[in-house]
């Protein structure tokens, strides 16, 4: 980029700083950052880090541009200046800087990255009030819901997907099982995602926060028809969650 004026690199600045203001300032509580903040038990905690990673990374990201830019757009090369300027390598303070530097972004991310996912991860028995296996195949899904014995089970396939009910405001606990292949239960909108692995079964537990109704995908490339693997979130009251495992049971 040339610029034959400082005027257009005073432009310049001035939309990066405009930019970086108004990632700075996106909206508390909206879906700015591309999640909400609530759906969820697992968007509570993980929302805060997403956003918390994006800030960091736009702070960085403007302080390198801003650390280019200086040199290009104050120090360019003037009538009667060597072709090089003056070469500085070696030069200790830098190179310490520059390693210790990107250490405390990796330290201070990985600090609130185990901390969040100690709480997301979390198994509290006691206040788990429903059980679902969860069970990925090729290439679709199977729901059991635990309350409702061994019949109470959805099972989809790709011409048909299914639908994985959930009670709001109760805490669900799911064990992730696979007959075949590694597959990824994903529910973008709740921010989280387990895998589906032969052999071993995984758990999570979360509680689903609001009403409505939201997609699910396999996220991890099992196959063929992988694109075929997705499912229905469906969240309703308590009541309603009761009265439908109970249909579930009389219509198997
Ligand atoms: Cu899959």
Not at 43 to 52: F, I, M, P
Not at 71 to 93: A, F, I, M, S, W
Not at 102 to 131: C, G, M, N, W
Not at 150 to 161: I, R
Request: glycine share 8%.
């Amino acid at each position: 980029m040339q610029f034959r004026s400082k005027r257009g690199a005073k432009a310049l600045l001035g939309a990066l700083f405009v930019f970086g203001a108004l990632l700075l300032t996106g909206c508390e509580n909206g879906s700015v950052y591309g999640y909400e903040s609530d759906l969820s038990s697992v968007n509570e905690t993980s929302w805060h880090l997403w956003r918390g990673a994006w800030l960091a990374a736009g702070a960085v990201g403007i302080f390198t541009a801003a650390l280019i830019l200086w040199p290009v757009l104050r120090h360019r090369r003037k009538e009667g200046d060597p072709q090089y300027p003056k070469q500085t390598q070696y030069n200790v303070p830098a190179e310490v800087a520059y390693t210790l530097i990107p250490f405390v972004i990796v330290a201070v991310l990985f600090y609130f990255t185990a901390r969040d996912q100690a709480v997301i991860t979390a198994k509290e028995p006691s206040q788990v009030q429903h059980t679902i296996d969860v069970t990925g195949f090729q290439w679709s899904w199977q729901f059991g819901h635990q309350d409702g014995g061994k019949d109470a089970v959805v099972t989809g396939t790709p011409a048909q997907p299914p639908t994985l009910v959930l009670p709001q405001g109760e805490r669900v606990a799911f064990n992730i099982y696979s007959p075949d292949v590694v597959h990824g239960f994903w529910i973008p909108a709740f921010m989280i995602q387990i895998q589906n692995i032969p052999g071993v079964t995984n758990r999570i537990e979360f509680t689903a926060n609001k009403l409505g109704e939201y997609p699910g995908r396999c996220n991890i490339l099992c196959g063929r028809n992988h694109s075929q693997m997705v499912f229905k979130v469906k969240v309703v009251t308590p009541e309603e969650y009761d009265t439908y495992v109970e249909s579930l049971k009389a219509g198997a």
